[in-house]
């Protein structure tokens, strides 16, 4: 079984900052990349920032403020969010891609999501 638990979320003023953790749990053997995403009400799910082999990338709407970082030792991933603004409340959901385990002999790969997180940023 792969869990993954985001927590760090919260009320915050405009301008304030919040860090948020995601840890996957499991007979975890690697995991390729590690990603955050956001929902808000009535909006798709987007893509916020994701940390790779192949690097790192963000949302333009969050260059500059936002920062995923990651700790392979620990399976987790964070995300500093700085300067925040009114727009960037949604539910902020962690993901995990190219996740391997082995059972015995077996190998499977699969992408997992957490259960989310709220960010709500007043004005």
């Known amino acids: 079984q792969v869990q993954l638990v985001e927590s760090g979320g919260g009320l915050v003023r405009a301008g304030g900052s919040l860090r948020l953790s995601c840890v996957v749990s499991?007979?975890?053997?690697?995991?390729?990349?590690m990603g955050w995403y956001r929902q808000a009400p009535g909006k798709q799910r987007e893509l916020v920032a994701r940390?790779?082999?192949?690097?790192?990338n963000y949302a333009d709407s969050v260059k500059g403020r936002f920062t995923i970082s990651r700790d392979n030792q620990k399976n987790a991933a964070y995300l500093r969010m700085n300067s925040l603004k009114p727009e960037d409340t949604a539910v902020y959901y962690c993901?995990?891609?190219?996740?391997?385990?082995?059972?015995?002999?077996?190998?499977?790969?699969?992408?997992?999501w957490g259960q989310g997180t709220q960010v709500t940023v007043s004005s």
């Open positions: 499991g007979s975890i053997f690697s995991i390729n990349a």
């Open positions: 940390i790779g082999s192949d690097g790192t």
């Open positions: 993901k995990a891609d190219g996740v391997t385990r082995y059972s015995g002999m077996t190998r499977y790969v699969g992408d997992f």
